[in-house]
């Protein structure tokens, strides 16, 4: 398993491969968006990376079948997904700040204040369903797999 790892990673076609992956992950919406929404809840600079990382990663295992190693740790997807999870929440942190920051100066009622407002508990909302669907993914899985021995070979 390692030596095929180790193989992969020094092949000429690896560095290609993980650009590949990256382009296709920015040309995902659905991973942008949570990415940017997981950077944005993060309370820290320093936690949007792990919290971007980890969300491209389980969004990316909700889209991809569970039927081989490789479809669930790619060899040349791992780095692309922590790289483009990475700096997608950094950038959703940053544009929340950007937002909090021009919405504080304004008036109370303002459309500006407003919009944080509701951007601020749609994101929070849509992230707490995402994570709870996640988990119970997890969950059906795990007791599918162990009910069923033979899904798991």
Known sequence: ????????????????????????????????VMCLMAGALAGKGWRAIPYG?????????SRSPFYRWESIFPVAGLPALLIDGALLALLGFYLKGVLRTRSAVRPEGHWLR???????????????MFWVLVVLFIVIFTVSVATQPSLAH
Do not use: A
Not at 53 to 61: A, P
């Open 1 to 32: 398993m390692f030596e095929h790892i180790w193989r992969s990673i020094h092949s000429p076609g690896y560095f290609p491969s993980v650009l590949e992956w990256m382009i296709d992950i920015l040309l995902n919406p659905f991973m942008v």
């Open 53 to 61: 990382s980890l969300t491209c990663y389980v969004v990316f295992l």
């Open 114 to 128: 407003w919009l944080y407002q509701s951007l601020k508990v749609v994101m929070l909302t849509i992230v707490v």
